[in-house]
C-alpha cells in the first residue's frame, strides 16, 4: 500500500506560479512512477503529467507542455508539479498517483491515490 498527500493548493490569479507536492512516506518511494491528474467541476479526472521512478523520462499533457514541470526527490520521497503561467482554465483538484511500472497517461493504470489539493486560479 502506498500512501499519497498532496499539499501546495490555493487561489492564485491568472499569470501566477505555484508548486503542488505529493509526500508518500516509505522506502518504496522510488519503485513507483509518478503521475499528476486534476479534475474540474463536472468534468472527467484528465492526465496532467508522469515521471519515472528515476526521474529521467517525463510527460506531459498538451496542454501544460511549457508551462508545468513534473519533478521528484527521491530522498524526501516527493514528487513535484511545478506549475508556471496558470490560467482560469488549469482550476482543478490535483490529485498525485502511484504505480509500480513506467509512465502511463490513463488514470486507470494507477492503483493508488492521494486526496487531492484544490488549485483555483481566478482571471
Known amino acids: 500500500q502506498v500512501q499519497l498527500v498532496e499539499s501546495g493548493g490555493g487561489l492564485v490569479q491568472t499569470g501566477d506560479s505555484l508548486r503542488l507536492s505529493c509526500a508518500a512516506p516509505g522506502r518504496t518511494f522510488s519503485a513507483y512512477a509518478m503521475g499528476w491528474f486534476r479534475q474540474a467541476p463536472g468534468k472527467e479526472r484528465e492526465f496532467v503529467a508522469a515521471?519515472?521512478?528515476?526521474?529521467?523520462?517525463?510527460n506531459y499533457v498538451d496542454s501544460v507542455k511549457g508551462r508545468f514541470t513534473i519533478s521528484r526527490d527521491n530522498a524526501k520521497n516527493t514528487v513535484y508539479l511545478q506549475m508556471t503561467s496558470l490560467k482560469p482554465e488549469d482550476t482543478a483538484v490535483y490529485y498525485c498517483a502511484a504505480r509500480a511500472y513506467g509512465l502511463a497517461s490513463s488514470r486507470l493504470a494507477y492503483p493508488y491515490w492521494g486526496r487531492g489539493t484544490q488549485v483555483t486560479v481566478s482571471a
Open positions: 515521471i519515472t521512478q528515476s526521474g529521467s523520462s517525463t
